[in-house]
């Protein structure tokens, strides 16, 4: 079956300090890859997104690369901030309307 | 734009009663899809809902769960009987296609307590 397997948490990074949260997946085919993340208290917001092979999906400085060849898509940014600081969720979607999560990292930016 | 609207936002409920759990979609959103989070888990697909129509609901425990996304109003997750282990954050998300290109938007969800 489809899963998505993601670095355990807890992350905790100085504030400019460089992020990767490792996201790998497993699937038949080739589904699209989605960033949500979850601010305390919140629903999901989608961060970023990339549908096919080799697109790299990029909002609010985070970034993600579908790579096809080691079945990843994980999120990196430059220079985080203490406002990054929430759980972040790497999901799959094959369009059959099912989103398939991973367990989240809980990431904490320290000033 | 108004977005996913849940409510309640959060819900105390003693074992045996029931739980009914609210959600409005997007305006111009036709299909509605619940989640449920553990503590500390991400979240698992319950199921997924056109108008009057479910169309998977492989993610739904097959007693004391319904939803239903009527013709006209909110979609219903409806939990009869609770029991502890239903202790949970429920979320709500729509999209107005059917796909991957179309991204789900996620209500602020509904954080149920069972006594």
């Known amino acids: 079956g489809n899963s998505v397997t993601q670095m355990e948490g807890p992350v905790t990074l100085s504030e400019e300090a460089f992020l990767t949260i490792n996201c790998t997946y497993t699937?038949?085919?080739?589904?699209?890859l989605f960033w949500y993340v979850q601010y305390p208290g919140e629903g999901l917001q989608l961060l970023l997104k990339?549908?096919?092979?080799?697109d790299k999906g990029s909002n609010k400085g985070f970034e993600a690369t579908y790579r096809k060849e080691t079945t990843s898509f994980h999120l990196e940014k430059g220079s985080v901030q203490v406002s990054d600081s929430a759980v972040y969720f790497c999901?799959?979607?094959?369009?059959?309307?099912?989103?398939?999560f991973g367990t989240g990292t809980r990431l904490t930016i320290i000033p | 734009n108004a977005g996913v609207m849940q409510n309640p936002r959060h819900l105390v409920r003693r074992r045996g009663q029931e739980a009914r759990l609210r959600c409005s979609p997007m305006?111009?959103?036709?299909?509605v899809y619940w989640y449920r989070q553990l503590p500390e888990e991400g979240l698992k697909f319950m199921v997924y809902?056109?108008?009057?129509?479910?169309?998977?609901e492989s993610g739904m425990p097959k007693e004391r769960f319904s939803a239903e996304f009527p013709k006209e109003g909110p979609s219903i997750l409806r939990i009869q009987q609770v029991v502890r282990g239903d202790s949970a954050a429920y979320f709500c998300?729509?999209?107005?296609?059917?796909?991957?290109?179309?991204?789900?938007?996620f209500g602020d969800g509904t954080r149920l307590s069972i006594l």
């Open positions: 990339a549908t096919k092979a080799d």
């Open positions: 998300a729509s999209s107005p296609l059917r796909g991957g290109n179309q991204p789900q938007h």
């Open positions: 809902l056109q108008k009057e129509n479910i169309i998977d």
């Open positions: 699937a038949t085919g080739y589904p699209s």
């Open positions: 305006k111009g959103h036709s299909h």
């Open positions: 999901a799959l979607d094959f369009g059959n309307e099912k989103l398939t």
